[in-house]
């Protein structure tokens, strides 16, 4: 007997080498790819993807989901009761707030804009706080709304193409610190949003500084996108080089350091690609460029400086899966000369990966909660910090299961 009933995709539902496969392809990428980075050979993939091995164990289970940047744990495991998002950190409270102030159109005609000065120093000051506070997007989730309305009115009402091109550039630069508090947030659509808008109004601007910041924004959303993006991770970087080259002979500390942070990004992405000529080679022209920048210089939005290529030279390695080269790596890197508490923080847990790549699990959680001191927002947003305290819940070790649980609890990794 037919039915035309639509059928119940749970009542036979997929299993995990089937889902594993499906992801894998999404990725574009190959079993002998996949197999390398796991520290696995091509035919146990093949086994686990056909069936003929069962779903791993946590542990492993984690490190597929990093490699093919799942989502959610259930997207991999099929479990909906697994809510743990691994890429994607809680909602905040202000974020719809700062939603609604990207959202809706500026039309209140009645009131004047901030003079160009007084909105440009404010926007310096949320830049300054947002390094300062160890909860910085709640900091920035108080200032985006009035700072986006304000921008926008600037935009506006502008009387001559001079002063539209100055507000199209402070406009730019304050949806790039929304990105900053958009990121890792469930709405990926406001984070396209709120990037595409940013690189247009750099593009209005024609200011080179605006414009290399956008696309270093942009480049980073493409590459957490997974690897069928980073062909446009790459295009983007490119081009930005290509359009600032021609300004670098006489730029600015600020168009350099943007210079700088490009190149670095150039090579964080050949190091997703696994291409270790290539992305040492781009942190090789990224620190001869933090190397013209005036002793003491550090770029207020991307944190580009002398002292940040040291943590630079760790993210490298450990995106390369080279242990024992990350951890060298971290002790070499002065981390005291980074004064930004969330970029800070996120060097803590590139450390903790390079600890934990080489097994080195005990000075990886040590090492977590340290970047949880430093600015605990960043680590609860981070996949990369959630991937191995919850990797370590599991571990066979009672002190450092207990360890890693009390910092799952305090991520709140653990709540029902």
Not at 34 to 45: N, R
Not at 150 to 175: F, G, H, I, K, P
Not at 259 to 286: C, H, I, S, V
Not at 310 to 331: C, D, F, I, K, M
């Amino acid at each position: 007997m037919t039915s035309d009933a639509t059928p119940d995709p749970y009542a036979d539902p997929i299993a995990f080498g089937q889902r594993m496969q499906m992801l894998r392809t999404r990725r574009g990428m190959s079993r002998p790819v996949v197999a390398g980075l796991l520290g696995m050979s091509p035919s146990w993939v093949k086994q686990v993807e056909t069936g003929q091995i069962g779903m791993p164990k946590l542990p492993m289970v984690l490190r597929i989901a990093e490699l093919l940047r799942v989502r959610a744990l259930s997207d991999l495991t099929g479990d909906l009761s697994d809510s743990v998002d691994l890429f994607i950190g809680p909602g905040h409270s202000r974020l719809p707030a700062v939603r609604d102030a990207v959202n809706v159109l500026v039309a209140d005609g009645t009131r004047q804009a901030p003079p160009a000065a007084r909105l440009a120093a404010r926007l310096a000051e949320a830049w300054m706080a947002r390094h300062r506070a160890p909860n910085h997007r709640e900091v920035l989730g108080d200032l985006l709304p009035g700072l986006i309305r304000d921008a926008q009115l600037a935009v506006r009402q502008a009387e001559s193409a001079t002063d539209r091109r100055a507000a199209q550039a402070v406009l730019s630069e304050v949806y790039s610190l929304a990105q900053f508090f958009v990121a890792y947030q469930p709405d990926s659509a406001l984070l396209w949003r709120v990037a595409e808008r940013g690189m247009v109004a750099a593009q209005e601007s024609e200011d080179p500084h605006a414009i290399g910041v956008a696309a270093w924004l942009a480049t980073q959303a493409h590459r957490d996108m997974g690897s069928n993006h980073f062909d446009a991770a790459d295009a983007l970087t490119r081009d930005a080089l290509a359009h600032l080259d021609r300004f670098l002979l006489e730029a600015d500390d600020r168009t350099t350091a943007i210079t700088g942070a490009l190149q670095f990004e150039a090579g964080y992405t050949a190091a997703r690609r696994g291409a270790r000529g290539e992305a040492w080679g781009w942190w090789d022209k990224a620190r001869a460029t933090a190397k013209r920048l005036t002793p003491g210089y550090y770029h207020p939005i991307t944190s580009f400086s002398t002292a940040i290529m040291g943590a630079h030279a760790v993210t490298v390695a450990v995106e390369l899966r080279a242990g024992g080269e990350s951890v060298r790596q971290a002790v070499d890197a002065d981390s005291t000369a980074i004064p930004s508490r969330p970029r800070l923080a996120r060097h803590r847990i590139e450390e903790a990966r390079a600890y934990h790549l080489d097994g080195q699990a005990e000075t990886a959680l040590a090492t977590l909660e340290r970047a949880y001191k430093a600015a605990p927002e960043t680590i609860r947003y981070n996949g990369y910090a959630r991937r191995i305290v919850l990797e370590e819940t599991e571990s066979r070790v009672p002190v450092r299961r207990h360890r890693a649980a009390a910092l799952a609890d305090q991520l709140g990794l653990l709540a029902a």
